[in-house]
C-alpha cells in the first residue's frame, strides 16, 4: 500500500443521500456485507433516478463510503452516493446535507484483492497534514471523512493488479 497523491478539492452544497449503519452491522469487522446488500437491492439506482444533476464535481458520480466519528457517539458508516443539494430522498434512505466545503483527498494505491488498501484513514489523515492541509470537524465537533471508489482508478487494476482507493476528510 502506498499513498501515491494528496490535494484539497472544493466540493459545492450537495446532500449525500445512502444507508446508514453502525458498528453492530459489521461483518467480520468491516461492512462488506452491506455493500452486497446495496448492489442486491439496486441501492444506487434509486439514488441515481432521484438525482436531478450528475456531474456536480469531478468525481461525483462515484459509490461512497462516507463515517462519521465523534467521541461519545455511535460510529456512523453509510453507503451511497452525493447528489445535489435539492435531491428528494428515496424511501428506505436517509441523507446528510454538506454546505460547500473542502475535502483533502488521499489516493491510496495498492491491491483490492488482499484487503491492503483499506482502512488507512490515519495514514492519509498524516499526509494530508504533512501537505499543509488541516482536518476540521463540522459545527456539531464530528469528523466526516470517505472513502470513494472511483472508476475506473477503483474498478480497473493496473498491470500489477492494484488500484487506487480515494480517501477523503473534510478540511479547513
Not at 36 to 47: M, N, Q, R, V
Not at 87 to 95: G, I, K, Q, R
Not at 112 to 138: C, F, M, T
Amino acid at each position: 500500500m502506498e499513498i501515491i497523491r494528496t490535494y484539497s478539492q472544493a466540493i459545492p452544497s450537495v446532500r449525500f443521500i445512502g444507508k446508514k449503519y453502525g458498528d453492530s452491522d459489521r461483518v467480520n469487522g468491516g461492512f462488506g456485507a452491506k455493500w452486497g446488500e446495496a448492489f442486491g437491492s439496486g441501492l444506487f439506482d434509486k439514488i441515481e433516478a432521484a438525482a436531478k444533476e450528475h456531474d456536480i464535481f469531478e468525481d461525483s458520480g462515484a459509490y461512497i463510503g462516507l463515517m462519521r466519528c465523534k467521541e461519545g457517539e455511535p460510529f456512523e458508516y453509510w453507503i451511497g452516493e452525493f447528489t445535489s443539494a435539492d435531491t428528494e430522498v428515496p424511501p428506505e434512505m436517509e441523507y446528510v446535507d454538506f454546505p460547500a466545503s473542502n475535502w483533502g483527498i488521499g489516493w491510496v494505491y495498492g491491491n483490492d484483492a488482499s484487503g491492503e488498501i483499506y482502512g488507512h484513514e490515519p495514514e492519509v489523515a498524516q499526509k494530508l497534514g504533512e501537505a499543509g492541509y488541516r482536518i476540521k470537524n463540522d459545527e456539531f465537533g464530528a469528523c466526516w471523512s470517505f472513502e470513494r471508489y472511483q472508476c475506473p482508478r477503483y474498478t480497473s487494476p493496473d498491470e500489477k493488479g492494484n488500484v487506487i482507493l480515494d480517501i477523503g476528510f473534510l478540511i479547513e
